[in-house]
């Protein structure tokens, strides 16, 4: 992506600015999703898969056992059973949709479900650490409420039960699946390194964020929906392009997550207003907005290179309306349509992929459906 | 290991604390080792790993190659080539015979080898987080060098790298092999979990010190004697046995290494003086003298909870002769007499186990020297 390509999707006006409003995000492409059926799947998913990641949890050695509990949501900090928001869960009604795409039950593709989960939460114990987070699906998280030692320990704990969830299957399907997990995970750590490594530089391009997303988003969802077709047999072609089907959701995602970390309803999406740019985050359409030129870019560029040399004391200073203006900035530069777009190219691109294999008519359904889901929610 | 087990093998008198010298171990009940040989032996792995090791740390995106040269001694902080001391290179020695006594080439463990190092130093670059130790082979650990984030992203690569050293040869004996790195590494967190519980407790006793010991250095080092074998295609009931002499050998590795964080000489270990006195390590020596009973164990026991109440600063302050008759305490107690004996029985079983299996006799005795060295060694 150049910056010619981003220019040509900026309007030429500005005067969007006046009419933000929160919790819109890229609804015209998609004219009706199945909601009932979405949350049917996620639910099949959480259903099926949490009674073994629980199980897997189970195996840890005290206190890892109750740290990881209390991590996803399943106890407060005192011990007591807890029912916290644990996620969307849609990587697990990836894996089992995964699994019904190669022809086999749902079943088939539950370790690959709890083996993903576990990796998944594995990185969000250490990037919490790394970026020091102090809040997670409305709890503290594990450093803060337990320990840095616990986080970095729970985490390394989980990322080898992910393994071993899969490797004790002990056949030939188990081995491909690691194998293609711990692809995924290495892209996982890079993205986080790419994440980290941004974060101390002014400039970061459009290119270098999307291939940072690619990694921390896109490869692990692209696992959740190969990982149950190799376990059900499936040839590397088919595990490949459900990867590609996966990997551009992940970026549709990423795309959509971008939006709302910045014009989210926090009381739908359970952050601050303004989240993202309160952490100073380079995402798609920060960086959009800067790629783009002219005079609103331009004007976005000096402001935000002064609040570089903010602290972050100073900066959680700033009252709603700084925040609101930079946004206003961020939307008059174009950054807010082209990361919009961007969404809608990522899912077209998604569901082109799927088309490339033959699975049954109603998984292919539940794929797009699920795919409009990412595209369209507000949370 | 009961307390009248453990007294039954205290001397009665206390007369030998006047004799404490550094360096000695456990020298007794080994005649003669085939130094050279088990020199040939390190050096024969350190040359076939190292330059599969460097190539797999290159896969690295930037900049955890360098983090992870740096940690390794490959090269200093400023990123000039270095040729730092990277550790005695038991395991990949281990490894290489490993595959030879499965009846295959010592190539054939060197994926092993590789991924045995890439989790040793995984849980070394977590570990010294966790445990705030700024020193490692006498060089400044990555943490302190670089940053805690550099240290958990770096380990967290090398972890998954591990993985994928082994599954990218694409084998059934590869993904058995990667199962028993899996287990053992579920085992040397599971270790480093007790290693931090017992550090908050006053009272841990022989049996916990033992557990703890047998996973943070057993079961990595049992997983270096069968990997080779795995990878070369032995059947899991010899490599469940040359596990048993691997762990009985981590065993006593580890019972020398606590005599050698005592009564260590300086010169030799690289490490201070009284350097487990000086981190409160609640190591065998120290944990079988309470054990121990008696008047030089009580009164260890009332000086250690005096001990307690003092600030690490406070005791960084302690002299020479403070620590040392702390030491003296704990050889008067039976804690370093017991503690030989147990590198010894150790020793002993390790060999006995490998008695259980078939394999060249050369491959045997290089084996039965390695058991040896690691007793008898001085640093």
Chains 1, 2 share one sequence.
């Not at 059973?81 to 539950?110: F, M, N, Q, T, W």
């Not at 961020?330 to 950054?335: M, P, S, T, V």
């Not at 990522?346 to 699975?359: E, F, P, Y």
């Amino acid at each position: 992506m150049n910056q010619r390509a981003i220019k040509a999707r900026v309007p030429a006006g500005g005067t969007r600015v006046s009419t933000i409003t929160r919790g819109e995000t890229v609804t015209s492409a998609i004219p009706a999703v199945d909601t009932a059926g979405v949350r049917a799947l996620l639910e099949r998913g959480r259903t099926l898969a949490t009674p073994v990641l629980r199980a897997a949890v189970n195996r840890l050695a005290a206190p890892m056992d109750t740290v990881a509990a209390y991590h996803f949501g399943w106890i407060d900090v005192e011990g007591r059973p807890a029912h916290g928001d644990s996620g969307k869960a849609i990587r697990p009604a990836l894996a089992l949709l995964s699994a019904e795409a190669a022809g086999a039950a749902p079943e088939v593709g539950v370790p690959g479900a709890v083996a993903v989960e576990l990796v998944h939460n594995f990185s969000l114990l250490h990037d919490d650490l790394m970026d020091g987070d102090e809040q997670r699906r409305h709890r503290d998280t594990v450093w803060k409420a337990y320990s840095p030692a616990q986080a970095i320990l729970v985490g390394d704990a989980l990322f080898a039960l992910a393994n071993e969830v899969l490797l004790e299957l002990g056949t030939v399907e188990a081995g491909r699946a690691t194998r293609r997990l711990t692809t995924a995970t290495r892209k996982l750590i890079d993205g986080q390194a790419q994440d980290i490594s941004y974060e101390h530089r002014e400039r970061v391009t459009v290119e270098e964020c999307l291939e940072m997303e690619g990694n921390k988003t896109g490869a692990l969802l692209a696992c959740a929906v190969s990982i149950g077709a190799v376990l059900g047999g499936a040839d590397d072609r088919t595990a490949d392009t459900l990867e590609a089907y996966g990997y551009h959701l992940g970026l549709a995602f990423q795309a959509v997550d971008d939006l709302l970390g910045i014009w989210g309803d926090p009381e739908t999406t359970g952050k601050q207003t303004w989240s993202d740019l309160r952490q100073r985050k380079k995402s798609l359409p920060v960086v959009a907005a800067l790629a783009a030129g002219g005079p609103a870019s331009e004007r976005l560029a000096r402001i935000l290179a002064d609040d570089a040399k903010l602290s972050d004391a100073q900066l959680a200073h700033f009252t709603e309306e700084e925040f609101a203006s930079r946004a206003a900035l961020i939307e008059e530069a174009g950054g807010r349509e082209w990361t919009s777009e961007e969404a809608r190219r990522q899912h077209a691109t998604a569901i082109q992929a799927l088309s490339a294999i033959d699975m049954p008519a109603e998984v292919r359904a539940q794929l797009t459906a699920l795919a409009d889901f990412v595209v369209v929610r507000k949370s």
